[in-house]
């Protein structure tokens, strides 16, 4: 196994190894992915630029935490607030100077989407540079995992160098599990909630009815482009800040949103796990870029053969 | 001048114009222009399934790639001469355009640029896999000695731009063939609606089938030519940048007219090598324009000028 750190230890411990970064995958992919989902649920666009926000979020995370100095946890804290608020703000203008004046037609969005793209992405590389930039995280306890196995003398406890995960790690996954059932409350028990799947059903009923559809796209693709910044800070403790980072994100929430049925949340969600936990795996026995080939492939393949997703239900 | 004359002037004139050119531009330029000529060829095979199909492929750099590679592997690893490695590029180009062809035609709309963006990322990703042969980022050089075709040295600049040349102009001229034939103009009423011209007995699939193995020859035979006269192959020309450049071009220079390719190209070139002076941030400005032509100029410059002053400009 080239490249592998963990190369002494054994199989099993280290599977578990790989799927507990697996979950982190997982969890981080999930929100980026649902933002992706929401968006092209309610609004019916493809964003290309939604790896950007993600990278945005990143990138402030980074200005923030750099600014504030003290404790690590002040700046976190603060980034954690004011980087979605800020990116969300950001694609509510975006919404509404470029991707309203399209009249959101699918395929020239997708090409104004392309050049936001490039434009955060250049922009960030003219005030940020081109380095990656490492961002302390709040608390960082290490912790061990013990590893259960069969000796001479029955069952012993051991604790196999290197199988341990942090503090940081675990919150994060326990933060993305937070705010996924937000998002889930947001959509099932609240007016703007009922509001927005009034407008994905039927747009032109619900402005009928008088719902400001427009504002609503607005806060639709302001609310996705935050819950990518959120994904983008809550990563970037455990990987760096740099302006190319939106190009993965985009991938994988892309082969999620697809293979989870366009527009479907649970499906969206199920399918991040599923990508997540088995990108950790797969590594583990393939080399990366054929993991990302072999994805990449699948994409492709349930689009053009069973485009309603894999677990999505055929809709006509 | 009747309508058909017109045309014959404008686009032999502007052929002649390239021509003339190469005895008077300063070196700096002519090496340019060669190297946008190429470029055009690429932009006129994508314009043929965008402009005038109405399919809005984001993988054109898989044919344009597949092309480069075949060329380039053929010289490389299987010692062909420039010719026949040509022929093997564009025969790598319309085998990856068929087959993916008779893959993506099955979806429309936005599906359709999933598609194609994804398997074109396929292919970026398998190149890199490949890296043993071929060597993945980095690329390849080919040598100069490998680059004579029929006793001509294709890395002189002055062959290469009348190699360009010739390869522009039979692209150009194709194109403008195609579109004002029988053929062409099915294509272009499938983009404007589909539906009908099933009505009216059309096979849709086998005409978007040829339109796309068309479009991705010629981007094939573009990347093959752009690898054999600047003698290096990469695969960066595989990646996403190299399928939104030429859907930038077109939809600056103007969709579904013959000329806009290379107009698009020619401009954007330069925007970007003289920003490039500036800063390195010179993606800055292909994002830039990809917003304000679709949000202001979706017809792009040639349109516009078939919009107020030639109607029937093809």
């Known amino acids: 196994m080239p490249g592998n750190p963990y190369a002494r230890m054994d199989l099993g411990p280290y599977i578990l190894l790989a799927s507990l970064e697996g979950a982190i995958t997982a969890a981080v992919l999930a929100l980026t992915a649902v933002g992706l989902s929401l968006v092209f649920g309610v609004m ?90 490492p961002v302390e995280a709040p608390f960082n306890t290490r912790l061990a995992i013990p ?21 940081y790690k675990l919150a994060v996954i326990g933060a993305a599990v937070v705010l996924l059932c937000g998002v889930w409350l947001l959509m099932s028990r609240t007016r703007f909630g009922l509001v927005m799947r009034a407008t994905q059903a039927d747009r032109d009923m619900a402005q009928a009815f008088g719902i400001p559809v427009e504002r609503v796209y607005a806060l639709v693709f302001g609310l996705g482009a935050a819950l990518a910044a959120l994904a983008g800070v809550l990563i970037v403790p455990i990987q760096q800040a740099h302006y190319l980072m939106g190009a993965d994100p985009l991938l994988l929430s892309f082969i999620v949103v697809i293979i989870g049925g366009l527009g479907s949340l649970p499906g969206t969600v199920l399918a991040a796990v599923l990508i997540g936990l088995s990108d950790g795996i797969i590594s583990v026995f393939f080399s990366p870029t054929l993991a990302k080939i072999l994805a990449t492939l699948l994409v492709g393949l349930v689009l053009v053969f069973r485009p309603q997703g894999l677990f999505g239900a055929r809709s006509e | 001048m009747s309508g058909g004359a017109r045309v014959i002037a404008l686009h032999g004139g502007l052929i002649a114009l390239l021509f003339v050119l190469q005895f008077v531009l300063p070196a700096y330029h002519h090496g340019n222009l060669a190297r946008i000529m190429v470029l055009a060829s690429y932009a006129v095979g994508y314009n043929i399934l965008f402009g005038y199909t109405g399919l809005l492929s984001l993988g054109h750099a898989l044919f344009f790639a597949a092309g480069m590679y075949g060329m380039g592997l053929g010289i490389q690893h299987l010692g062909l001469t420039p010719a026949p490695a040509l022929v093997l590029g564009l025969v790598a180009g319309a085998v990856v355009s068929g087959g993916l062809a008779l893959l993506a035609l099955r979806t429309t709309g936005v599906a359709f640029m999933i598609v194609t963006l994804m398997f074109a990322q396929v292919g970026y990703l398998t190149i890199l896999y490949f890296g043993e042969y071929t060597r993945g980022d980095e690329g390849f050089v080919i040598q100069q000695a490998q680059r004579v075709l029929w006793g001509i040295d294709l890395s002189d600049p002055g062959n290469r731009y009348f190699a360009a040349l010739i390869l522009f102009g039979s692209c150009l001229m194709l194109s403008l063939w195609l579109v004002r034939a029988p053929f062409g103009k099915v294509l272009v009423a499938i983009r404007e609606n589909e539906e009908r011209v099933r009505m009216l007995g059309y096979d849709i699939f086998a005409h978007k089938l040829a339109a796309m193995v068309i479009s991705g020859t010629i981007a094939a035979a573009a990347g093959a030519s752009y690898g054999l006269l600047f003698g290096y192959a990469g695969a960066s020309f595989a990646s996403v940048q190299y399928s939104i450049f030429p859907l930038l071009w077109v939809l600056l220079g103007g969709a579904g007219t013959v000329l806009g390719p290379f107009i698009g190209t020619l401009f954007m070139f330069y925007l970007i090598d003289l920003s490039s002076g500036v800063t390195t941030a010179y993606m800055l400005i292909a994002g830039v324009a990809l917003v ?9 410059l040639m349109g516009e000028l078939r919009r107020r002053v030639w109607r029937g400009l093809p």
């Open chain 2, 292 to 300: 304000l032509l679709t949000l202001f100029a979706p017809q792009g």
């Open chain 1, 44 to 133: 019916r666009v493809v964003n290309i630029a939604h790896g950007e926000f993600f990278m945005l979020g990143a990138v402030i995370a980074w200005w923030i935490a750099h600014s504030f100095g003290g404790h690590p946890a002040l700046g976190f804290g603060v980034a954690l607030i004011a980087a979605p608020l800020v990116v969300g703000a950001l694609a509510v203008a975006a919404d509404m100077t470029i991707l309203k004046r399209l009249n959101y037609d699918p395929e020239r969005t997708i090409v104004a989407t392309i050049g936001v793209l490039y434009i955060i992405q250049q922009m960030t590389l003219m005030g940020y540079g081109p380095d990656a930039r």
């Open chain 1, 147 to 167: 590893w259960f196995e069969h000796g001479a003398d029955g069952w012993a406890m051991i604790w196999p160098w290197g199988l341990g995960t942090t503090s």
